[in-house]
Nanobody, 124 residues
Framework: QIQLVESGRGLVQAGGSLRLSCAASGRTFSSYSVGWFRQAPGKEREFVATISWSESIYADSMKGRFTFSRDNAKNTVYLQMNSLKPEDTAVYYC???????????????????WGQGTQVTVSS
């Protein structure tokens, strides 16, 4: 079992950048697959990105702007967000499940462990 803690919350102007981090407890972090989700006010939580068999998978609206990476030595994953837009304003969550999946997991009910979330606000 692992615990996830996001950091990197912030307020940025449109066009700016922000990097979120998600630190995991436990010595077997490399055995877990991790994804990022976000939830805007009044909206459903939606998929942002994940890594499946070393291939990064992104939601269409994030492609070319967001980059997902992980550092197993630091038990941390990152979400680099560039060219931010006001519609990117949301609480961002990292989530994890044990093992790996042949198909990338993009639904929140496919993940077993969640962080508390971190707020990202993009002003116009």
């Amino acid at each position: 079992q692992i615990q996830l803690v996001e950091s990197g919350r912030g307020l940025v102007q449109a066009g700016g950048s922000l990097r979120l981090s998600c630190a995991a407890s436990g010595r077997t972090f490399s055995s877990y697959s991790v994804g990022w989700f976000r939830q805007a006010p009044g909206k459903e939580r939606e998929f942002v990105a994940t890594i499946s068999w070393s291939e990064s998978i992104y939601a269409d609206s994030m492609k070319g702007r967001f980059t997902f990476s992980r550092d197993n030595a630091k038990n941390t994953v990152y979400l680099q967000m560039n060219s931010l837009k006001p519609e990117d304003t949301a609480v961002y969550y990292c989530a994890a499940y044990y093992g790996a999946s042949y198909q990338p997991r993009v639904r929140q009910n496919q993940y077993d462990y969640w962080g508390q979330g971190t707020q990202v606000t993009v002003s116009s």
